[in-house]
């Protein structure tokens, strides 16, 4: 779940040394996760498809002791690696390529990573932000930041994590300018004036809250070009809170894109899951407060086998202008390694 699942990867590391009393640190981590399963949507017959929850993707990361109470950490991540071609223009490792050090003073990192709006919103949305039936993307509310519209959450960015401080956590970025061809896939165009507009840097910085069962987190993101033509030439920002009730899971998000020459960017999206005979329940709905057009996300969940799990998605869009809809759905299997 773009994502959330990638953490089975992480306890299955942890696990593996829980025998031994001061566990080491590994050098080098393999990690991963397989998305298949049967997708169908409105004028589409039902396929065997991959990544329509997750996107499917192989990862190495580490952390290796440098001395002076001094880490240095690197994460390699390459997405979509069940298709039978990556795009000519896009590196191998694309969701993730960046080193930095650490200690007590918190991370730095710099290199191909997750936007901060992606880093601290994702989690705020129940199913994950599925690839296929997320609400806020049917209905056009940014909810993980304006980065997501070069299709994909990772870019050049270097970034400042803080330790966590009662409950806590600053993160501060900087994404330089980006390449032409980067921002003409932002806007879904070959317009050549689009081409031509090469961007600016922009800053980033959010802080995050956990308490118990209460979490929220408040996030920035600096337009990332000058044209009025492109999503990324608005100013960002979101809010979300969640709260965990044990019998429920409620969550709240709402994100504004639209600056100065925006529109069609603000709304919120929110969501409750239940644990239902040990399978994960949940709703969740997003109203484009812009163009009036929803989004309705039904999903299912459960571990079946160690570090598989099946799903069921199902999304629904409105778009209220014309009164015309559209559904999507995959049910498949995930397994995370």
Known sequence: MKKSLVALAALASISAFADTAVPPTP??????????????STGNSA????????????????????????????????GHVVVAAKPSNQPFFERAAWAGFSGNFGEIRAGTQYSL??????????????????????????TLGLSTYNGTASGSLAQYISPTVAGFTLQVGWQPQRDSAVLQNQANSATPALAADTGVSAGAAGVTYVKGPFAAAVTFEGAQTNNPLLNTSNNWYGASA????????????????????????????????????????????????????????????????KNVTAYFDYGYKLVNATSTNSYVYSVGAIWAF
């Open 27 to 40: 050098a080098v981590t393999v990690y991963g996760l397989i998305d298949y399963g049967l997708a169908g």
């Open 47 to 78: 396929a065997f498809l991959p990544d329509n929850n997750s996107t499917s993707r192989f990862g190495i990361k580490g952390t290796v002791a440098a001395g002076s109470g001094i880490n240095i950490n690197y994460d390699l991540e390459a």
């Open 117 to 142: 709006g992606f880093q601290q919103q994702v989690g705020f949305d129940l199913n994950g932000a599925a690839n296929d039936s997320q609400a806020s993307a049917l209905s056009g509310v940014p």
């Open 242 to 305: 969640s709260y965990d009730l044990g019998v429920a899971k409620v969550v709240g998000t709402y994100a504004n894109g639209d600056g100065a020459n925006g529109t069609g960017l603000k709304g919120y999206n929110l969501g409750v899951q239940v644990p239902v005979a040990g399978v994960n329940v949940g709703l969740q709905y997003s109203k484009n407060t812009d163009t009036s057009d929803t989004g309705t996300e039904v999903f299912a969940n459960k571990e079946v086998l």
